[in-house]
């Protein structure tokens, strides 16, 4: 049987077409990434410092450029930021599903959005 390739090729498609020997480098690569270095809690801090203000930030707090209290009181406010962001999401959310499920979804989400477009107004 001639069988034609899939047009869009999953990942088990994709191990089908290595040799044995291109398996084992992966095997041999995915085996030297699983867990190779312990991870302690002050570089997860670390991490999601760099994650959130830049390598710049990161190389500023592993130099001592600002201080222990200052880096996780930044952490902390972008822990903030981020739940506040979740919660704009989830509010977006319950305010679209709660207007497609009225009689007058176009109105009704017009009703429940009208006092974020006061705030967003702007002087012309």
Known sequence: MNQKPAKNPTKKDSLLTLTAEELA????????????????????LLAEFAKAYGWKAYQDARQ???????MLT??????????????????????????????NPSQTFKSITKDILKRIKVLE
Request: charged share 30%; net charge negative; no cysteine.
């Open 74 to 103: 930044l952490i902390e406010a972008s822990r903030k930021l981020e739940a506040l962001k979740q919660y704009e999401m989830a509010s977006a959310v319950l305010m679209g599903s709660g207007a497609a499920q009225s009689k």
């Open 64 to 70: 001592d450029s600002l201080t222990m209290g200052e």
């Open 25 to 44: 480098k992966v095997e041999k690569l995915k085996a030297s990434t699983e867990g190779a270095y312990p991870v302690d809690n002050e570089w997860m």
